[in-house]
């Protein structure tokens, strides 16, 4: 994490200072357009495109540190384990982490299937068979 904040941050650092070259030098030629004023709008557009690139970056980081944590919470609640750090309960039965990692598969496949257009019209989920459904939980029994 320390890189990607040091890459974002050298990457604005050289954009501001792009931007105030660009201004100097402007400046220094009375305004006219000169090679070296084409230059340094030059260098001022690369840095530019380099900061962007350093924001969307740092940016996928977030995400993906965002998708991680939010994953590692679902576990921590679906398997109870939280429960007793919290004092808190929700009500619903843990279940195990094996079991919501089969459950997370089979809903990723359905996505998929959905996504490629291969979904049927009746509304019957069936599960990849990766993520077979367990008949020993209740929920399961029933489909």
């Known amino acids: ?41 030059e260098n001022f557009k690369q840095k530019w495109e380099l900061f962007r690139v350093a924001c969307d970056q740092a940016e996928e980081f977030v995400e993906s540190i965002k998708q991680r944590i939010g994953s590692e919470c679902l576990v921590d609640e679906a398997t109870g384990s939280m429960a007793g750090k919290s004092g808190q309960s929700t009500g619903l039965p843990p279940i195990s982490a094996v079991r919501l990692e089969q459950m997370s598969k089979a809903v990723r496949w359905l996505v998929i299937e959905l996504q490629n257009g291969s979904g049927n019209a009746g509304g019957a989920a069936h599960a990849h068979p ?3 459904f367990d008949a020993r939980f209740s929920e399961d029994a029933a489909q």
Request: glycine share 2%.
């Open 1 to 41: 994490m320390d890189n990607m904040v040091d890459s974002l941050n050298n990457a604005y650092q050289e954009f501001v200072a792009a931007a105030a070259n660009v201004l100097e030098t402007k400046e220094s030629s009375g305004a006219q357009k000169t090679p070296a004023t084409d230059a340094a709008l």
């Open 130 to 132: 990766s993520a077979p």
